[in-house]
């Protein structure tokens, strides 16, 4: 019922709406005063968690992009080598591990096949599962050895919005505490995170204040066979998940590369006027990608493609070069997914109305895929 939307006419708008909240639910609770991670529920000791050789995280769909960024935060704050594989994929390579594994599980509903019976096998193997799931009581945080949760509150929406950033930011909080509990990283960069990750919230709130020219660049593109999506870094994983949002949605062909790519094979894509997102990294700190970023933007344009870049405020290098600009607040580089991906989901949601599309529930998806 619409009472039920808030107001919203799909739950999907009302999700997106909600991730400002939803993110900062995730942190309540479990940083303390004095700035540090209280992760109680992690009923993994910390003896346990210094021993820990490898982490290796398993998820589909989106919780598997919300993996792929985990990485990036895991290996930057622990320096331990972390792997990340689609669950459906997992257990039929017979993989490498031992009590000294730590295998993380992540779901919104807890109840996806793949994803248990991954984590089964990890546990048969003798490895510890830490579970990051929205659903409380479900299967697979009840069958692993601890559980994070995200705090999201119920997600309706086939597509997963504020579940994705929610993940994130609880994925950020374990690289972050085993990064605390193994002493890899100064304790003031550990500090400066949290510090960081507390104030992101806004940051999301922000976003959603300035989709209305997202959504008029969408009802241009209704007719469009085919949208590319590119990133780096932590911009890939977006680009995939935003490519993964127009599928489901919109119907329409989408593709996620990372942006380095292009030159081995998928710039031969590129023709007059096709859609490319490109989500381009802070112009700080990591300039190299920028840098790379802004010349595959060059290439891809002289190619004809119509460019529409996320950046962030302040860039002017992407500025000749994007013929639509979608502008993020500036974030620390590990944190712009929470930022970038919300103009991405937008533009989903409203191509799918565009095309006459029922929102909340695509054709042929269920919301969790309880069969392998
Ligand atoms: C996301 O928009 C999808 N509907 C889907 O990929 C989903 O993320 C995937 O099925 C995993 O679900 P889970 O998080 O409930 O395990």
Same mark, same amino acid.
């Given at each position: 019922s619409a009472a039920e939307k808030g107001g919203y006419d799909y739950f999907m708008l009302k999700e997106i709406a909600e991730q400002p909240k939803a993110v900062a639910d995730t942190l309540l609770g479990r940083i303390d005063p004095s700035g540090s991670l209280t992760?109680?529920?992690?009923?993994?000791?910390p003896p346990e968690l210094r021993e820990v050789d490898k982490v290796v995280i398993v998820a589909c769909g989106t919780a598997f992009h919300a993996g792929l960024i985990a990485k990036y935060a895991i290996e930057h704050f622990t320096r331990i080598p972390c792997e990340v594989e689609l669950a459906s994929e997992f257990r039929y390579r017979d993989p490498i591990l031992d009590g000294r594994s730590l295998v993380i599980a992540i779901s919104?509903?807890?109840?996806?096949m793949d994803t248990l019976m991954a984590l089964r096998h990890a546990r048969e193997q003798g490895s510890k599962v830490l579970a990051i799931c929205n659903?409380?009581?479900?299967t697979i945080p009840r069958e692993s050895d601890a559980v994070l949760y995200?705090? &999201?509150?119920? /997600?309706?929406?086939?597509?997963?919005?504020k579940a994705f950033l929610t993940q994130l930011v609880a994925c950020y909080l374990v690289a972050l505490y085993l990064g605390q509990v193994r002493g890899t990283k100064w304790g003031d960069e550990i500090q400066a995170a949290i510090k960081d990750l507390s104030r992101i919230s806004e940051d999301v709130e922000r976003v959603l204040e300035t989709m209305e020219p997202v959504r008029a660049l969408a009802r241009t593109l209704a007719t469009k066979n085919t949208v590319l999506f590119l990133g780096r870094h932590v911009g890939y994983p977006v680009a995939l998940e935003g490519a993964l949002k127009l599928k489901e949605l919109a119907y329409m062909h989408a593709e996620g590369f990372a942006a380095g790519e292009l030159k081995h094979?998928?710039? &031969?894509?590129? /023709?007059?006027?096709v859609p490319v997102v490109v989500v381009v990294p802070s112009p700080?700190?990591?300039?190299v990608l920028h840098d790379k970023i802004v010349s595959n933007i060059q290439e891809i344009r002289a190619r004809g493609a119509r460019t529409i870049a996320i950046a962030e405020e302040?860039?002017?290098?992407v500025v000749p070069y994007a013929d639509h600009l979608i502008r993020v607040p500036v974030t620390p580089t590990l944190l712009q997914p929470l930022v970038a991906t919300v103009p991405l989901q937008v533009f989903a949601c409203e191509l799918a109305t565009a095309r006459g599309n029922e929102v909340d529930q695509p054709r042929n998806l269920a919301k969790s895929v309880t069969v392998e």
């Open positions: 992760l109680d529920e992690v009923r993994i000791s919104q509903s807890g109840e996806t659903t409380n009581g479900s995200t705090h &999201a509150g119920p /997600e309706v929406a086939v597509a997963s919005t094979g998928p710039i &031969a894509l590129i /023709e007059e006027d700080r700190g990591r300039s302040g860039d002017e290098a």
